[in-house]
């Protein structure tokens, strides 16, 4: 935001007369904008959510509220807007009014430093990937402060499990960022982005087997952060009723569900922007794209087609799945993902010295093999599903249909 603010004040007379309080105005207009885009996405996300799984059981989901159900999501936050905010009589009132708000920040703060174009960013923090790591940590704060406050032994076994999975994955999904961050050579997500290019064989997730396999382990990871299913152990319905926002209501515990919902965008987003080439245009260098304005909301677009195709991923598998077990889940991560992810480190260190020595077409064509082969994965993850689709159409016309 400094760069773009330097830029303002050359064009704005306003701002070279008042920088202060300009900056602030800044400042407070894009925390208007990101809530509102944070807002604009959670909120149909339930709606696609929930109309997935319709089809996935064979039935319809919302359809009534507007045009296919799509209201719906506006309805629900009419509805629980107009609830009464129960607090339990045992409740420790001032955590269990106060636990919402570290969750709800804990995902809102990492909108500050995912970039949708050049100037289209928060901040260009030049350790952008490891505030991404320190602000999500107040997610656990707050999941684990609901569950002590609200006095109840199954919110409380979902805080407890909430702060064992995700400290647990955090550990995987930093050594899978870090991966990638070797060949970038930066923790900025701008400088990230702009060390890939536009085309899908220049992308850090095709760079090396090493970052082709960080891709897969950082988005598991991020699932199990994230509280999605397999790994939703913290909100298990059949063991833990609702888990640590068992108690809630009203408001408050829309905001749970919003938060979750709006970090499906985080996980999009950073995989976007680490693996996936961010806002880069295939055939645009980056000096052309900085210096037109709708090559830069082109850019936004592709960046938040990509990060949109791997929410519906996200969604896609809660509802394909079952849930782990808790042993299976730390069992995983420490047992696998950890060393895992270390060796990873380490094949990414070799290949940086292997890349130098040998001649470039050798890497070259090594990245185009991977790029077929992850073609060639997900070609086969489409048709298997295709192929699903196919043999159930003995299904009733009307689930295919509405």
């Known amino acids: 935001m400094g760069d773009f603010f330097e830029y303002l004040k050359s064009q704005w007379s306003f701002a070279q007369e008042h920088p202060a309080l300009a900056f602030f105005l800044l400042v407070v207009g894009y925390g208007i904008v990101m809530i509102g885009f944070f807002s604009a996405f959670a909120g149909p996300v ?212 919003f938060a979750e919902w709006a970090n499906l965008y985080v996980i999009g987003a950073v995989i976007t922007a680490v693996f996936l080439g961010g806002w880069r245009i295939p055939g645009v260098d980056i000096a052309t794209q900085t210096n037109n304005i709708w090559l830069q909301f082109a850019g936004a677009a592709i960046f938040l087609t990509k990060a949109s195709v791997l929410v519906f991923v996200t969604i896609w598998l809660r509802w394909t799945l079952p849930r782990l077990r808790v042993d299976q889940l730390m069992l995983m991560c420490w047992k696998y993902f950890v060393p895992f992810g270390i060796g990873l480190v380490v094949l990414s260190l070799f290949w940086q010295v292997l890349a130098a020595a040998v001649p470039t077409w050798v890497t070259s064509a090594i990245s185009v093999l991977l790029t077929l082969a992850g073609a060639a994965l997900v070609a086969g993850m489409f048709w298997r599903a295709w192929y699903n689709i196919r043999a159930g159409k003995d299904a009733p016309v009307y689930t295919w249909l509405i």
């Open 46 to 257: 339930t709606w696609v959510e929930r109309r997935v799984a319709g089809r996935m059981q064979c039935r319809i989901g919302p359809n009534r509220v507007g045009p296919h159900g799509f209201l719906q999501w506006l309805a629900d936050g009419l509805k629980n807007f107009l609830k009464e905010d129960l607090i339990p009589n045992a409740a420790d009132k001032i955590l269990f009014r106060i636990a919402v708000y570290p969750v709800f920040a804990g995902v809102f703060l990492t909108f500050v430093v995912l970039p949708l174009g050049p100037w289209i960013v928060g901040a260009d923090l030049s350790v952008g990937v490891v505030y991404l790591l320190a602000v999500t940590a107040l997610v656990v704060t707050g999941i684990i402060m609901s569950g002590w406050a609200s006095n109840s032994k199954w919110s409380l076994l979902g805080g407890i499990r909430s702060a064992a999975q995700m400290v647990s994955y955090e550990v995987a999904a930093g050594m899978a960022l870090l991966t990638a961050i070797i060949p970038a050579g930066s923790l900025s997500f701008q400088d990230i982005i702009e060390h890939q290019g536009g085309w899908p064989w220049q992308w850090l997730v095709v760079y090396s087997p090493a970052t082709f396999l960080a891709f897969f382990v950082y988005f598991t990871a991020s699932l199990a952060e994230g509280n999605r299913t397999p790994f939703d152990l913290p909100e298990a319905e059949s063991e833990l009723v609702a888990g640590y926002n068992t108690e809630y209501s009203g408001m408050r515990f829309l905001f749970f569900a």
